[in-house]
């Protein structure tokens, strides 16, 4: 048996699928620590330019090492040793050193093997649904970008372009093809999205003076309209206003969080589009036939 014709069986497919979700999922985790501060350093920068400072000034000493996705190498933020490529296994290292540190046995954040197992998860969900197809890899790089946006707004409040943008490209011009939505869908989509929720936030602000939500929520609601057409954004936005008000209500009630904090929209919106991604033809089919009743 050829390896394609190998990979294609249902059983080593979704185990390679599973498997590649937790190497990527490691990856993710970089990503969400590491983008952040690229672009605040960034700002900063641009900032001294500016203004025309001197950069000697406001430049912090420990900024001037490379410091991007992939530099420098891994290591524990507390003792700051290197992570050898056995220790940074996924999920599985974290089990066999008993979420310690090997060097300094400082505790490590559950967070990460958590993210990682997640991400193998949704992986594994993915391929299942659309099978041994090339709508699989594109579901996949979506999946991996919104878990990406999601604990990055969570953290931060941020939604970063460098991830949004290129995103909504892509899904203009898979529409060309009719990968997952028609050229017509998508450009309305993607206008639609953004307009929508930049009118929303607008009214907000005119009615009570505050901001509700940034603009890069309105990107990522472009973004699904991009990929998956206009028909989708009214479910899309209706579930993830249902669980944003849902969770949010949780949090303040039973997890301490301060009514005057804001609550982070992007991983509402992450999980309904992505639901969508994956089930939106049939949430909007029953509809259909609910309404028609």
């Not at 490529?85 to 090997?102: D, E, F, T």
């Not at 943008?165 to 869908?185: E, V």
Request: hydrophobic share 50%.
């Amino acid at each position: 048996m050829q390896p394609l014709e190998l990979l294609s069986q249902p059983v080593f497919y979704l185990t390679f699928v599973g498997i590649a979700g937790l190497m990527v999922g490691s990856f993710l985790n970089v990503v969400i620590y590491r983008l952040p501060i690229m672009m605040q350093r960034e700002w900063r920068k641009d900032c001294v330019e500016y203004l025309s400072l001197d950069a000697a000034t406001y430049q912090n000493p420990a900024e001037a090492e490379p410091f991007n996705l992939l530099l420098p190498p891994s290591r524990c933020p507390q003792c700051q040793a290197p992570i050898k490529p056995h220790q940074n296994i996924p999920v599985l290292s974290y089990l066999l050193l008993k979420g310690r540190c090997a060097n300094c046995d400082a505790a490590i954040p559950a967070r990460y093997p958590a993210i990682e197992a997640f991400t193998g998860l949704l992986s594994v969900i993915v391929a299942w649904h659309f099978g041994f197809t090339g709508h699989t890899v594109l579901g996949l790089l979506l999946t991996w970008s919104l878990i990406a946006l999601s604990f990055i707004d969570i953290d931060h409040q941020l939604l970063p372009d460098s991830i949004t943008l290129p995103l909504t490209w892509l899904g203009l011009l898979l529409s060309l093809s009719n990968w997952f939505t028609d050229a017509h869908a998508s450009i309305i989509g993607a206008v639609a999205g953004y307009l929508f929720l930049w009118g929303v936030y607008h009214v907000f602000k005119l009615t009570t003076g505050k901001e509700g939500m940034g603009f890069g929520d309105f990107k990522l609601l472009a973004l699904f309209g991009a990929w998956l057409g206009w028909q989708y954004l009214p479910q899309i936005v209706l579930m993830s206003t249902l669980a944003g008000a849902l969770l949010g209500t949780a949090m303040i009630v039973f997890g301490n969080q301060e009514r005057s904090k804001p609550i982070p929209f992007g991983p509402y919106l992450a999980i309904a589009g992505w639901i969508a991604l994956l089930w939106g033809q049939q949430i909007n089919q029953l509809y259909v036939a609910i309404s028609g009743l």
